[in-house]
């Protein structure tokens, strides 16, 4: 009962930069939502779906609309972020009803208390052809 699906969607995610020396990028992955954790995918066309990431449910610790004045570098224009362990995962939705239903479904898979955040931990800026993030101060 736990693999039955809540929520799938292609969307946008930032690098984590778990390492210091990995790059900063935005990667289209689909994103599947069961009862028990939140996975994430490479798709290519006529290939099968490649795991690239997954939480346990039990791991969240907050989910947040990100609000920011701030230029964001890819086609999704809707953030919000997941605190999961030690890591923030930047999701970016193609549209405002698409991140409400990701945050709402998740808050509600979890029970995680709603907040809002107004100031982003970080910052982005467009280098030459690469998209890049900023730590901002």
């Known amino acids: 009962m736990n693999n039955c699906i809540l929520l799938e969607e292609q969307l946008i995610k930032k690098s984590q ?3 210091r020396t990995s790059p900063s990028n935005f990667k289209v ?3 599947v ?3 028990s954790k939140l996975a994430y995918f490479e798709h290519r066309h006529g290939k099968k779906r490649t795991l690239k990431g997954s939480i346990e449910l039990s791991r969240i610790k907050c989910v947040e609309i990100v609000k920011s004045d701030i230029i964001i570098p890819c086609h999704y224009k809707y953030p919000f972020q997941i ?6 995962l930047y999701v970016f939705a193609p549209d405002r ?3 409400q239903r990701w945050v709402f479904t998740l808050k509600e898979g979890n029970r995680i208390t709603e907040i809002i955040c107004s100031n982003p931990p970080f910052s982005f800026a467009v ?3 690469e998209i890049t993030g ?3 101060s």
């Open 127 to 129: 280098k030459e052809k």
């Open 134 to 136: 900023v730590k901002g």
């Open 33 to 35: 939502l069961t009862k």
């Open 83 to 88: 605190v999961h362990d030690n890591y923030l």
């Open 17 to 19: 930069q778990k390492r």
């Open 97 to 99: 009803e698409s991140r």
């Open 29 to 31: 992955r689909f994103f």
